[in-house]
């Protein structure tokens, strides 16, 4: 009965585990890429969507996602099950998290008037919006979770998150890839996107199931540890965020995540605009404009994760942004018919991209050995709850900013199988300052916080040797119950 919690902290992981796991975050970067990339273009230029009610769509989406992040990580702390505490929810919610993706890309018709029309639509995506992203945090946020629940090892972490990101950019790439094939089928666009969401959905969830089976026996010794060492006793969920927000590393690490992916999805959002009505390219060449950045930026994972074992992270993560701002900065100055400048800041930004994946996941395992060091206790659900809430509390209102921008700017919606319509000049500039200075300075406020963040290898080392002496008097003192 001692044995598992007087193991030593050995936390190799096999390579088979981590395979298992970094799968696991396939399905979940292919819906989301879809969505970062196409959703708007696909409300605006297929569904009939004026932008202002797009962008409140999205916007409506991310907040519901921001709020039941907390709640499905409190209950995912607090689940018991023989499977352990996340992956009864990875496994129940890996198909209604597949379907509801399907039905955002079906167009109904509500109405002929085209207004009633439009005010039906807004709703049914709403609703659509409500779902998916509800299924969305049950498969995603205890998937996350399980990451410090793996290994305890410092670098095994920065490993562990390089193949997670590995299949989170391979995911992206293989959606773009697909989008970029089923684009060019000269079918009507309702059913391009149609066929795309299908496959995608399918390439989502059977992912979910291999990742489930593949950390099963990890989690199982993990889970029998922990139940040994803890004795239950719920904790009110005022008392868990009083707790996690006085985390000083905590609210670092959330600022520096929200800045990194604020700019990328800012950026991925106004790409289909920029190139197709700022440097007049057609319509698929956006697919490869993303193709550049990510297939980089999974190029790139690697590199990153070697140089994060000879400096740290706060040092890659620097190296990183300041590449990526360059390029972002870069693209607010190119003129249609530059397209190898194009294609070269996109690579550039690539760089950048891989870093905003690695390093800041790679905090969040840190930050919640400090809070059990503290208290006793592990939340990771908590922690990575309300990590991802913020975060998404930010991007919808980044979001809603650029769909609102693009409607003030006077942007003109396409009509489906009419030529692309002339734009005026606010609005090509509304999408080059969405492009350009606006991803800069979310980027350049990451920086700020980076700069600050106060747990170092050395700090985390000293963190890791107190949790150890803590568990191996723990250990010590089961026995003697025994």
């Known amino acids: ?31 989301a890429n879809v969505q970062v990339f196409y959703l708007m273009y696909f409300f605006t230029n297929v569904a009939g969507l004026n932008a202002g009610l797009a962008s409140v769509v999205l916007l409506i989406g991310k907040i519901w996602d921001a709020v039941n992040d907390p709640i499905v990580g409190v209950l995912s702390d607090r689940t018991k099950s023989p499977w352990g505490r996340r992956h009864p929810w990875m496994f129940w919610g890996a198909i209604p998290f597949g379907l509801s993706f399907l039905l955002q890309w079906l167009i109904p018709k509500f109405s002929n008037n085209p207004s009633t029309n439009q005010w039906g639509l807004f709703w049914y995506y709403v609703l659509i919006a409500v779902v998916f992203n509800t299924f969305f945090t049950v498969v995603n946020l205890p998937y996350t979770a399980l990451t410090p629940e793996l290994t305890q090892d ?75 060492q803890e004795i239950e006793e719920p904790i009110p969920i005022s008392t868990q965020l009083k707790i996690a927000f006085s985390n000083r590393p905590f609210l670092f690490v959330i600022g520096i995540y929200l800045f990194s992916w604020l700019a990328l999805q800012i950026t991925a959002t106004i790409v289909p605009y920029f190139v197709i009505n700022w ?51 870069g693209l607010f100055f190119v003129q249609p018919g530059q397209v190898a400048l194009l294609y070269s800041l996109a690579i550039l930004a690539g760089f950048g991209v891989s870093v905003a994946y690695l390093i800041p996941w790679s905090m969040m395992p840190d930050v919640i050995e400090l809070d059990e060091l503290q208290t006793g206790r592990r939340r990771e659900g908590i922690f990575y709850g309300f990590m991802v809430l913020l975060q998404k509390v930010g991007l919808a209102l980044g979001l809603l900013l650029v769909g609102q921008a693009l409607e003030v700017s006077g942007f003109v919606e396409q009509v489906a199988g009419q030529p692309t319509p002339n734009q005026p000049a606010s609005a090509l500039l509304a999408i080059r300052v969405a ?30 040797l107190k949790l150890q002496e803590r568990r191996r008097q723990a250990g010590q003192s089961l026995d003697d119950l025994v």
């Not at 009965?1 to 395979?19: G, Q």
């Not at 980027?443 to 700090?459: D, H, K, N, T």
């Open 1 to 31: 009965m001692a044995d598992f919690a007087s193991a030593p902290d050995s936390e190799k992981l096999s390579f088979r585990t981590k395979l298992a796991y970094g799968l696991g975050d396939l399905g979940p970067a292919i819906t």
């Open 154 to 228: 410092y670098h095994e972490r920065t490993s562990l998150n390089s193949f997670r990101f590995s299949f989170s950019i391979a995911g992206s790439i293989l959606s773009l890839v697909l989008a970029l094939l089923i684009f060019n089928i000269k079918i009507d666009p309702v059913q391009q996107f149609l066929i795309l969401a299908i496959v995608c959905t399918v390439l989502s969830v059977l992912p979910l199931y291999l990742c489930i089976w593949g950390t099963r026996q990890r989690v199982a010794i993990t889970e029998a540890r922990r139940n040994l």
């Open 279 to 329: 440097m007049q390219r057609p319509p698929g060449e956006s697919s490869l404009v993303a193709l550049a950045v990510q297939g980089t930026a999974l190029l790139m994972l690697f590199v990153w994760d070697a140089i994060s074992h000879r400096y740290s992270k706060k040092v890659v993560y620097y190296l990183g942004m300041s590449l990526w701002i360059i390029a972002q900065a």
């Open 435 to 464: 492009i350009g200075p606006l991803p800069m300075l979310s980027l350049l406020l990451g920086l700020v916080l980076a700069y600050f963040y106060p747990i170092s290898r050395e700090v985390h080392a000293e963190i890791l």
